[in-house]
T-cell receptor, first 114, second 113 residues
Framework: EAGVAQSPRYKIIEKRQSVAFWCNPI?????LYWYQQILGQGPKLLIQ????????DSQLPKDRFSAERLKGVDSTLKIQPAKLEDSAVYLC????????????FGPGTRLTVL | GQNIDQPTEMTATEGAIVQINCTYQ??????LFWYQQHAGEAPTFLSY????GLEEKGRFSSFLSRSKGYSYLLLKELQMKDSASYLC??????????????FGKGTHLIIQP
């Protein structure tokens, strides 16, 4: 079974530029999550989708971050404009949804903002 | 909200046993997860506890005490490849189906020959 796919793996941009990350979850997984992991810390949830609807975006900095999952499969996370403190690894995870679901993580996108 | 604490770093010897502790505070506990994360890689699932007691899976075991807000991950017969960060994460009851995890900062485990 294929795992969670993410691209790009690495991205370097200058502050105030825009950037987008893509995630393809495990086939059949209804729930998709975006996490931000700053160096030396644990992942922090940004947003959770159930199919194509947002379940939780309480920790998403909505003035600059946006995410969508239009057809309930792939998802895109965007940052516009980027700040230095956005330098982190952006992890996508998916789960079947409901119950004692395990979340499976993709390899992440490492973003460096200069 | 949640507060999750675990040691920053631990060192152990190949072939030995190590216990990584995690304490948490939450208003609506709905499960505790342990993940392993090698440097530069994604977290991989190790174990899940929702009821008190010990869950064993090969060389790895995880224990939970809900009344104490406490869990530990036990690694036996340590191998060099076990050098990694170990993340404790808590899931909380929330309305509307929200079940994102809150992670601790992770414990960096160093295995020495």
């Amino acid at each position: 079974e294929a795992g969670v796919a993410q691209s790009p793996r690495y991205k370097i941009i200058e502050k105030r530029q825009s950037v987008a990350f893509w995630c393809n979850p495990i086939s059949g997984h209804a729930t998709l999550y975006w996490y931000q992991q700053i160096l030396g810390q644990g992942p922090k949830l940004l947003i959770q989708f159930q199919n194509n609807g947002v379940v939780d975006d309480s920790q998403l900095p909505k003035d600059r971050f946006s995410a969508e999952r239009l057809k309930g499969v792939d998802s895109t996370l965007k940052i516009q404009p980027a700040k230095l403190e956005d330098s982190a690894v952006y992890l996508c995870a998916s789960s079947l949804g409901g119950g004692i679901d395990t979340q499976y993580f993709g390899p992440g996108t490492r973003l460096t903002v200069l | 909200g949640q507060n999750i604490d675990q040691p920053t770093e631990m060192t152990a010897t190949e072939g030995a046993i190590v216990q990584i502790n995690c304490t948490y505070q939450t208003s609506g506990f709905n499960g505790l997860f342990w993940y392993q994360q090698h440097a530069g890689e994604a977290p991989t699932f190790l174990s899940y506890n929702v009821l008190d007691g010990l869950e064993e899976k090969g060389r790895f075991s995880s224990f939970l005490s809900r009344s104490k807000g406490y869990s530990y991950l036990l690694l036996k017969e340590l191998q060099m490849k076990d050098s990694a960060s170990y993340l404790c994460a808590v899931r909380e009851y929330s309305g509307g189906g929200a079940d994102g995890l809150t992670f601790g900062k992770g414990t960096h485990l160093i295995i020495q020959p």
